[in-house]
């Protein structure tokens, strides 16, 4: 099994529960989902978001499937710009999360995990996901996946948080991301399960493995074009294209 990172047992006891958690968690946090994700993008996110999405090639009129969409900040920006939400389909594991979605989105959702994605082959022209690479169980798996469900010549872009090489900047993100901003989560949103998410977000960040890593495994699984952008030091671009047949793993 290829995983983003070792086992945190301070949050669950093995890889066999770390799905049950993250439900947990993400079902709870649901409803203050918005206002974290501003908080932690500083408010820039959507901005950030069609700006990547345009960089990678995304277009008016492809199909795109958006995978561990949450509440739906990334599917918005494709939205705006695809021009239709009949295009975007959400797949998203939190039926706290899908909930939270459709209040802003009419789009198809569907509940399921990356490594387990219940469409046909050759679906897509575009695939996203949007900083939640860190929570799939097998990166491998769910890139064949990803190459299984793109049309040939389809595109994938993965949106990632990357810890910057400098001690001192990761010094600073820590303090925001596991102290700062958990505190401020909790007093604004009354929330526990809100600021342990946080706290698990920049627990997944300190030990995702490396961005070479991942590249190697989407190659694996069939992808071509491999490419990482990085902006303003810490938002990876992971930009990988769909090749010719698809790839099953045993």
Request: with cysteine; proline share 4%; aromatic share 10%.
């Amino acid at each position: 099994m290829s995983r983003p990172h070792a086992s945190l047992i301070d949050y669950y006891k093995g890889a066999a529960e770390k799905q049950t958690f993250l439900r947990r968690i993400f079902d709870d946090a649901a409803p203050h989902y918005e206002l974290i994700a501003r908080l932690g993008f500083f408010g820039s996110g959507q901005w950030y978001r069609r700006s990547a999405l345009r960089r990678a090639g995304l277009a008016s009129g492809m199909r795109v499937l958006d995978v561990a969409s949450g509440t739906g900040p990334t599917a918005r920006a494709i939205r705006d710009i695809v021009g239709d939400e009949k295009l975007i389909t959400c797949l998203e594991p939190s039926a706290g999360m899908i909930a939270e979605s459709r209040k802003t989105l009419a789009c198809e959702h569907i509940q399921a995990t990356a490594e387990t994605i219940p469409v046909a082959d050759e679906t897509y022209n575009f695939l996203t996901m949007g900083f939640a690479l860190r929570h799939v169980d097998d990166l491998e798996r769910a890139f064949v996946e990803y190459h299984r469900v793109l049309k040939p010549g389809g595109k994938a872009l993965l949106l990632e948080l990357t810890l910057p090489e400098s001690a001192i900047a990761r010094f600073i993100l820590k303090l925001y991301f596991k102290h700062t901003l958990p505190f401020v989560v909790r007093a604004g949103t009354g929330s526990n399960q809100a600021a342990q998410m946080m706290c698990y977000y920049w627990d997944t960040m300190e030990t995702v493995v490396s961005p070479e890593t991942v590249m190697q495994a989407l190659e694996r699984a069939g992808f071509t074009g491999v490419e990482r952008r990085v902006s303003i030091g810490l938002f990876s671009e992971y930009e990988a294209t769909r090749g010719g047949e698809s790839l099953q793993l045993a």
